[in-house]
């Protein structure tokens, strides 16, 4: 398997501007999350959906923030419109929950610049 | 709310020595996960810690977990430079009846040659 796929790797941006981060997870895991990370508040969990429904979004830190999953192979993170202080690395993380296994498997992530 | 406490925060140690990094958490919970952040790089899952007395053991590092205590260690046994890396611990508990993973902050290690 390849792993978890994300892009773009690296996304550079003007303030204001919609940004979409896009994250294919390990076939056959039924959890995706989206975190975070950053010097200052280091990894936060933003959202996570078990069979692609949302579960917890309560670390989206507002509503500029949206996530989505349209099917299972498939999520978005949206940021409209964005502002410096989004600059952070995004990971996509996806997991076998089903198996009992929690064990979660990180993707390259998505370092988001915004000027 | 689940809070999850790593100690230290940044260590600096030898080649050769021995040195543990210690992960508190503040509720009930039986499952517990260590993770490797590389400079720049991803995270790596580690270990997985599934019940109370659990051990693993991968090279030169063993993870352990006490339930009672809320407490996992991370054992380094003869560090090399190639373990500098950011150690996460992260812990699962049950949120709304649904599982939620909080991690730690992180263990900065930096081995010196």
């Known amino acids: 398997d390849a792993g978890v796929i994300q892009s773009p790797r690296h996304e550079v941006t003007e303030m204001g501007q919609e940004v979409t981060l896009r994250c294919k997870p390990i076939?056959?895991?039924?959890?995706l999350f989206w975190y975070r990370q950053t010097m200052m508040r280091g990894l936060e969990l933003l959202i996570y959906?078990?069979?692609?429904?949302?579960?917890?979004d309560s670390g989206m830190p507002e509503d500029r923030f949206s996530a989505k999953m349209p099917n299972a192979s498939f999520s978005t993170l949206k940021i409209q419109p964005s502002e410096p202080r989004d600059s952070a690395v995004y990971f996509c993380?996806?997991?076998?929950?089903?198996?009992?296994?929690?064990?979660?498997?990180f993707g390259p992530g998505t370092r988001l610049t915004v000027t | 709310e689940l809070k999850v406490e790593q100690n230290p925060l940044f260590l600096s140690m030898q080649e050769g020595k021995n040195y543990t990094i210690y992960c508190n958490y503040s509720?009930?919970?039986?499952?517990l996960y260590w993770y490797r952040q590389d400079p720049g790089k991803s995270l790596e899952s580690l270990f997985v810690?599934?019940?109370?007395?659990a051990v693993k053991q991968e090279g030169r590092l063993m993870a352990s977990l006490d339930t009672k205590a809320r407490l996992s260690t991370l054992h380094i046994t003869a560090a090399v430079h190639d373990l500098s890396a950011t150690y996460f611990c992260?812990?699962?508990?049950?949120?709304?009846?649904?599982?939620?993973?909080?991690f730690g902050i992180g263990t900065k290690l930096q081995v010196i040659p």
């Open positions: 959906f078990n069979n692609n429904v949302p579960i917890d």
């Open positions: 810690l599934l019940s109370n007395g």
């Open positions: 076939s056959g895991h039924n959890s």
């Open positions: 992260a812990v699962d508990s049950n949120s709304g009846g649904y599982q939620k993973v909080t």
């Open positions: 509720t009930t919970s039986d499952r």
């Open positions: 993380a996806s997991s076998p929950r089903g198996t009992g296994w929690y064990e979660q498997y």
